[in-house]
């Protein structure tokens, strides 16, 4: 048997010479190829002037909660778009998919505001024709053409909803109930704190930070000097220990408060709503720090191939209607001033409740997501851009 | 192993009877024939994605456009070994893998000797479907399982609260990802291991205890070394599983509970940056070789 097994390993060194050898060919090879070709992005869609004839089929990106059956179906039926959905945890995943061939395999995305405008830059999506919208004229002012989708006049998306992301607690075990952030960076609920895996999750440190900390003169939370930056990552590692896990999916966050792994953390209003489906003592507020928040923009894929039921799509999803049940179910803020009404008919004084009717000063008073760039308003380019942001974010979970 | 080839039958001169001849004489088309579908398979798909991935792995991302920039730098490996965080990333992983397969090893030596060697031929079937059993079912439908019992309110806490040691913070934690991957590649040990308890002869160990030799001594020195190429052979199993798995600490691990995998699944479908995730793949390509020249030395081929 010995004899037998060191016969075999010398055949297999020689055969591995020449595996050796073939590999160094096709590596050379591929080295060649490779090098050779670069890819540049180009948009060749025209902007649509009539929306044709369905395709039977639309593939969205969307944020988890952004196609309920309940508005799907009736869409569905009344077009024949069979909607597919493929959910993504975070802005960058959302522009990852639609970089990496997404653009041509889906059709819509439910971008956010620190997604939309590297999305646009980078070719993926491609302009809309708001004419073919004609609930767009009944938007809020600050939502038809904000600079997060419009770009010199160049309208690259319908935006949809608005938000705050707020703090979210568990009745029975949170006490006093909190009102300000400092709850999720205090040890005394050590090992049942969640907030989002999401690098855009430093600019709620440095809000907090613009509040707690003048000294640091942090006046915009998306625009952070070196030294603000490093206050906020220090500020987030000393919150490490206490957190439970860090979740990427809304679904995460629900299961981890529904077992009582959780009793606090950063949330969506989708959250708290279906968790107080399920029967969980849990409450949501905005803490007196004021709150980040979303805008988000149904934008159009540049190589999308069922353009016709994506602009249906954009038609359907901004009617007062359907406006009004996406604003009850995900617990935001609808863009279409005329969803009121509605709103309050599927459930009383959800006008209110939802902000629907709020003044200006409150769309204001929230700091919407944008992407960190190297330029800051002040005029200096001494900024932290998104790329640090990934960094510390990596080096902050460890 | 020449001579045991097929040698022709039934009436000369049919076509079947000259390829077979044919097939006699040359000894390098028979292998051609067999060895070229599978060969062109692990060199066109295996070898040269390994190797695509390799080359990637000197390459970087323009952070404005998320274009691959292909131009060769080193900038990608500096980055992991400069920065700590990488460092303690891969750490870890390294850590639990092995803390695994010598999880593993310490439960399937006593399952596999009980069930190749004193268990009765039904209960030995028995314990070998109890072994697979587990395969049969999802993997993460199996995880999800964990989850439900190491939760604040789960069994594990409830169990541990009975015999008085209170609740404690098992879920989301590096413990609770330790008790996965041993539970989950456990089979993958079970198996190698029962296989080489069963290769020892009977004669062996009533020599060993004729010649004066207590339980332990026998185990010591005649059975250990004979069954650790077993041992090993499962080892490379359960390291490698563990080595490379993303999915199981992305659902029952907590803060600070990233896997070498988790951090090139995020640069690959978060943050878009192949060429890094590249360069940190081949650190578990590295680690395994060595892993593997280890095992080898021990004896771990021969069991195979």
């Known amino acids: 048997m010995r004899a037998r097994a060191s016969r075999g390993r010398r055949e297999s060194t020689s055969q591995w010479r020449g595996l050796a050898g073939v590999a160094a060919v096709t590596l050379a090879s591929i080295v060649i190829t490779a090098c050779g070709g670069s890819s540049a992005a180009s948009n060749h869609t025209k902007v649509m002037t009539k929306i044709g004839k369905g395709e039977g089929v639309l593939n969205v990106i969307a944020w988890e909660g952004y196609t309920q059956p309940q508005w799907v179906k009736p869409f569905e039926q009344q077009t024949g778009c069979q909607v597919n959905a493929k959910y993504a945890g975070s802005s960058d995943e959302m522009v990852t998919l639609m970089r990496q061939g997404g653009d041509s395999q889906y059709d819509l995305v439910s971008a956010s505001g620190d997604a939309s405008l590297r999305l646009i830059r980078g070719g993926d999506v491609a302009p809309v024709n708001v004419n073919l919208i004609p609930d767009w004229k009944n938007f809020i002012p600050q939502l038809k053409s904000p600079a997060h989708n419009t770009v010199n006049g160049v309208h690259y998306g319908i935006s949809l909803q608005w938000g705050p992301n707020t703090l979210l607690y568990n009745t029975q075990k949170v006490k006093p109930a909190p009102n300000s952030w400092s709850v999720i960076y205090s040890p005394k609920y050590k090992g049942e704190i969640t907030v989002p895996d999401n690098p855009i999750q430093i600019a709620d440190a440095a809000l907090y930070l613009s509040k707690t900390k003048p000294s640091l003169g942090i006046t915009d939370p998306y625009e952070l000097t070196q030294k603000q930056l490093g206050a906020a990552v220090s500020l987030l590692k000393q919150q490490r220990p206490l957190i439970v896990k860090y979740w990427a999916l809304a679904s995460d966050e629900i299961d981890l408060f529904k077992n009582g792994n959780a009793v606090v953390g950063a949330s969506w209003p989708y959250q708290t709503n279906t968790l107080i489906a399920a029967h969980a003592p849990v409450k949501d507020l905005i803490p007196v720090q004021g709150a980040t928040g979303w805008a988000d923009t149904w934008m159009l894929a540049s190589h999308a191939k069922h353009p016709n039921c994506a602009y249906m799509w954009m038609k359907y999803v901004s009617t007062p209607k359907v406006q009004a049940e996406q604003a009850i179910s995900f617990g935001e803020t609808p863009a279409n001033t005329l969803a009121c009404p509605d709103m309050n008919k599927i459930q009383k004084g959800a006008c209110a409740q939802y902000h629907a009717n709020a003044p200006a000063s409150y769309f204001d008073s929230i700091r919407f997501w944008k992407t960190p760039t190297t330029r800051c308003d002040n005029g200096q380019s001494d900024c932290t851009d998104y790329n640090d942001w990934q960094q510390k974010w990596t080096e902050i979970k460890g | ?304």
């Open chain 2, 1 to 304: 192993m020449a001579t045991s080839a097929a040698t022709p039958s039934g009436p000369p001169g049919g076509l079947a009877l000259r390829v077979s001849a044919a097939l006699f004489r040359r000894a390098w088309l028979r292998a051609v024939l067999l060895l070229g579908a599978p060969g062109a398979w692990f060199v066109l798909i295996y070898l040269l994605a390994l190797v695509i991935l390799f080359v990637s792995a000197f390459w970087t991302v323009d952070s404005f456009t998320g274009n691959l920039v292909h131009s060769w730098t080193l900038s990608n490996f500096k980055t992991l070994v400069d920065d700590p965080v990488y460092r303690a990333i891969a750490l870890r992983t390294i850590v639990i893998a092995a803390a695994v397969t010598v999880t593993d090893a310490l439960l399937a030596f006593p399952f596999a000797f009980f069930a190749a060697r004193i268990a009765s031929p039904r209960t030995r079937a028995a314990l070998f479907v109890a072994v697979l059993m587990p395969l049969w079912s999802s993997y993460l439908v199996r995880v999800y399982a964990w989850r439900l019992i190491l939760d604040r309110d789960g069994i594990a806490n409830w169990a541990l609260a009975q015999v008085g040691l209170g609740p404690q913070h098992i879920a989301y934690t590096n413990v609770a990802m330790w008790l996965v991957f041993s539970y989950i590649w456990l089979p993958f040990m079970v198996l190698p291991v029962w296989t080489a308890i069963e290769r020892v002869p009977d004669s062996l160990l009533e020599a060993s205890s004729d010649l004066g030799a207590r339980g332990w001594q026998t185990f010591r020195r005649v059975l250990l070394p004979m069954v650790l190429p077993g041992v090993m052979a499962g080892s490379i199993f359960t390291f490698s599983l563990t080595l490379g798995d993303f999915i199981t600490p992305t659902l029952v691990g907590g803060a600070g509970s990233d896997f070498i995998g988790n951090v090139v699944y995020n640069n690959v479908g978060v943050s878009s940056n192949v060429p890094f995730a590249a360069a940190f793949a081949t650190v578990p390509v590295i680690v395994m070789g060595i892993y593997l020249v280890i095992a080898r030395r021990l004896g771990a081929f021969d069991a195979l």
